[in-house]
């Protein structure tokens, strides 16, 4: 036998037995399957990733609606495949129609997506779906994958190798939603969710009218997918499948299903905060505003702004220059610059203090190597506001370092205590429910109150209606404020 044959033998039984080692029980089929991840490092890695999703996306300030939507999740679990497994869920301030899991029972949806639902039989349908892709263990079996196949977990977020690099939020929990879910995932999922919702008393044909408006607003986007259906793959004909699949369940599990009370759902969910929130920050003429921690600094023009609680990106248009400002870590700006510095590992070029509109800064000019064995030039500035250190860091190619320096430093340097006091007194537009005075169809109704051509199939859309479906007397539309 060839001294090849001799190492390789063993190592093949070894990873045989690995293999048959780390398969498991699938808790919703029975059957045995591979898995690299064991239950308690799927609960753990939930919660580990979920202050990241907080820190990312902020968690909406509603506890009423929080409680309503926790107790509809709850009661779901415990009809589940899994009920032991606890499981905990937010309403995320975001205004993406979306929802999603993470493995350990963690489950995200967002005020966007709750305005858009007209029922709460929809929402349990949606929360059966992500209820699924836990007890399914979709989330472990796409990361066993990628990690079978060699591929880092965080391949699919939504942020930058470069942004990754100077921020302080960890990144592992938006790994975690970016990791897409196969067609068969999303079949089993939408099983489960009609299976789910059925057993906890609703009725599930709703689930398949929610997937209706997702189709919609995948059409009024021009065809490219809102954020649920980028993660969540659509499978072939789906709302079909999903009537038939309730009426299936509805036979198993006979009784009368509730939840379909449009009325009662709309006025749970009057008042929410529908598109983006100016009092977390928001860019006009110019300027990005933030009146809830009262400043301000300048944007350049052209440039794509990406708003988020944990940061704020900013994007030449050409793609080749950035900035980002968040919170940063320490008592003093130069203590905040000291941390970055060593934690980045950067080349530090010069370092120095300086003062921003009267207060107190450090500025630090570093190199950084790129994972291609390039160089990231970065103008940095840490600035003490009010006990907070805010910071910036503008970077490209070093080569095309002395082009951006200039708009770097602008922004930078205009960061200032709020002195647009209009922006302080901005409000979010909001949903309002409205009752319709007079017969008519939607476009009729919703011009009489006031909603503009250009919004009315949004608007038709947010109430999962078509312009010319027809309204009586004494119903309810929501319209926004």
Not at 204 to 220: C, D, G, K, N
Not at 221 to 236: C, E, I, K, R, V
Not at 355 to 379: E, F, K, P, Y
Request: proline share 4%.
């Amino acid at each position: 036998m060839s001294r090849f044959r001799l190492f390789i033998l063993p190592l093949v039984l070894f990873i045989v037995g690995a293999l048959l080692w780390a398969c498991a029980q699938d808790y919703v089929t029975g059957k045995r399957r591979l898995t690299l991840v064991s239950e308690s490092q799927e609960i753990a890695m939930g919660a580990e990733a979920d202050p990241s999703i907080v820190a990312e996306f902020g968690v909406y300030d509603d506890e009423n609606l929080a409680a309503f939507v926790d107790g509809i999740g709850q009661a779901m679990a415990k009809v589940s495949h899994r009920p032991t497994l606890k499981f905990t869920f937010r309403v995320m301030d975001s205004p993406v129609v979306n929802a999603f899991a993470l493995p350990g029972g963690f489950v995200y949806f967002t005020r966007g997506i709750l305005a858009h639902f007209n029922s709460e039989a929809e929402l349990a349908g949606v929360m059966g779906h992500e209820i699924g892709h836990v007890t399914a263990q979709h989330g472990v079996e796409q990361m066993t994958k990628q990690q079978l196949a060699g591929i880092g977990l965080l391949a699919g977020t939504i942020l930058s190798e470069d942004f990754r690099r100077f921020s302080d939020v960890a990144q592992t929990g938006l790994g975690l939603i970016f990791l897409k879910y196969s067609r068969d995932n999303e079949s089993e999922s939408d099983r489960l969710g009609v299976e789910y919702s059925t057993r906890a008393g609703y009725e599930a044909h709703h689930m398949a009218r929610f997937f209706q408006t997702i189709s919609r607003i995948t059409e009024q986007a021009g065809g490219g997918p809102p954020t649920f259906l980028s993660t969540h793959p659509n499978p072939d004909n789906r709302e079909q499948r999903v009537e038939a699949l309730a009426t299936e369940w509805q036979a198993k599990v006979p009784g009368p299903k509730g939840g379909a009370d449009r009325a009662a759902y709309l006025r749970r969910i009057e008042g929410i905060v529908y598109g983006e929130d100016p009092r977390q920050g928001f860019v006009e003429n110019g300027y990005f505003y933030h009146p809830e921690l009262r400043f301000q600094f300048s944007v350049p023009a052209d440039w794509h702004v990406v708003n988020q609680p944990s940061q704020v990106q900013m994007v030449s248009p050409q793609k080749n220059a950035a900035i980002q400002f968040s919170l940063g870590k320490g008592a003093s700006a130069q203590e905040a610059a000291q941390a970055f510095a060593q934690n980045s590992k950067a080349t530090v070029l010069r370092s120095g203090a300086a003062q921003v509109n009267g207060m107190r800064a450090h500025v630090v000019m570093s190199d950084m190597q790129t994972q291609d064995g390039g160089v990231l030039r970065v103008m940095s500035y840490f600035i003490e506001k009010d006990g907070k250190i805010y910071m910036f860091h503008g970077y490209t190619a070093a080569n095309l370092f002395d082009g951006q320096a200039p708009t770097f430093e602008r922004v930078m340097k205009s960061f200032d205590q709020l002195r647009n006091q209009a922006a302080l007194t901005k409000q979010p537009r909001r949903v309002k429910i409205m009752t319709v005075d007079q017969a008519g169809d939607v476009r009729q109704t919703l011009t009489r109150f006031g909603v503009q051509e250009k919004e009315l199939e949004d608007l038709a859309i947010l109430n999962g209606m078509h312009p010319e479906d027809r309204l009586e007397r004494g119903a309810l539309v929501k319209v926004v404020r």
